[in-house]
């Protein structure tokens, strides 16, 4: 069986075409194809409010793409989805319209809470008993989940992100919140134990392979600041040139950093998970899941070959 899913974010679009391979007891989904495209909504729509003609065209190209490649793969279910810039975007919904009548592509506008919901199912496999809070960086918001003793007992949506120009008094206002949050959560659930952090999102994961020690699965707090001096301490030229990083990757990898680090601050961590799955996963599974009416107890996932 053949699945797609395609997450329309502030700062990229990624596509994923995946086979679902059930062996006995046994599943696994093994990557066909993955797209992720740097168009930018969020630096429309965090500026002006709208998405501009110039952008709408290239994203009638690429959901044209898109397209094209599901009927290639000849896919059995594909679910399409849309977060934080074009949850505000004025013309979001004229925009999908338009997408649904050329190409047959129905795409749902989420919440941050369903935003976090979803990511809730692919990170699930990496948590432990004791609490962990999963942090995951987008364009125009920050997705939290607490979970204790491996059930997810609370999530909040920050409108905080990589591409959404906050104040600095409007960004102390956002950690504060989350601070408050997190001591709610810990005041119900904390037994004196520490706290873990789960980082999902494109910046963090690039970070994490700059790292010492990139099969340790897991950054220090301390390295992840030394981690930010570093890069941020490179020019434009030397980040894209020297790290090989995307040109999209490279502007926006140290505002990134420094959410990871304020979220892993308020939470007293010393050390965050990197676990290499996203929005696209957490959507993936719970297709099969409705394709099927199968529950996924435990999943392996392949790279192509």
């Excluded at 505000?88 to 047959?104: P, S």
Aim: with cysteine; charged share 25%.
């Amino acid at each position: 069986m053949k699945l797609a899913a395609i997450d329309i974010g502030s700062n990229a679009i990624r596509f994923q075409v995946i086979r679902a391979i059930r062996y006995k007891d046994a599943l696994s989904f093994k990557k066909l194809e993955y797209v992720r495209f740097p168009l930018r909504l969020g630096k429309d729509v965090f500026n002006s409010g709208y998405i501009s003609e110039p952008t709408i065209a290239r994203f009638m190209k690429l959901m044209h793409s898109f397209k094209l490649l599901l009927d290639l793969y000849e896919v059995q279910g594909f679910v399409a989805v849309a977060t934080s810039a074009m949850r505000e975007a004025e013309n979001g919904k004229e925009v999908l319209e338009r997408i649904l009548q050329d190409f047959d592509i129905a795409v749902e506008i989420i919440s941050g809470k369903e935003e976090a919901e979803i990511l809730s199912v692919a990170i699930r496999p990496f948590i432990d008993h004791g609490n962990f809070l999963h942090i995951d960086v987008g364009g125009g918001s920050t997705e939290l989940n607490f979970y204790h003793e491996r059930e997810r007992v609370g999530s909040k949506s920050f409108r905080i992100g990589t591409v959404r120009q906050l104040t600095r008094d409007q960004q102390v206002a956002v950690f504060k919140e989350v601070e408050d949050w997190i001591a709610g959560e810990r005041h119900v659930h904390d037994k004196g134990e520490p706290v873990y952090a789960v980082g999902t999102g494109g910046n963090i994961r690039k970070l994490f392979q700059l790292s010492i020690f990139p099969k340790s699965g897991s950054i220090t707090f301390s390295e992840l600041q030394a981690l930010k001096a570093y890069v941020g301490a490179l020019s434009l030229e030397d980040r894209l040139n020297l790290l090989k990083l995307n040109p999209d990757r490279a502007d926006v990898i140290i505002p990134a950093a420094k959410i990871y680090i304020e979220m892993m601050r308020r939470c007293n961590a010393d050390r965050i998970l990197v676990p290499n799955v996203g929005l696209k996963d957490g959507l993936l599974y719970r297709l099969y899941e409705k394709v099927t009416g199968n529950p996924i107890q435990q999943i392996e996932f392949l790279d192509q070959i």
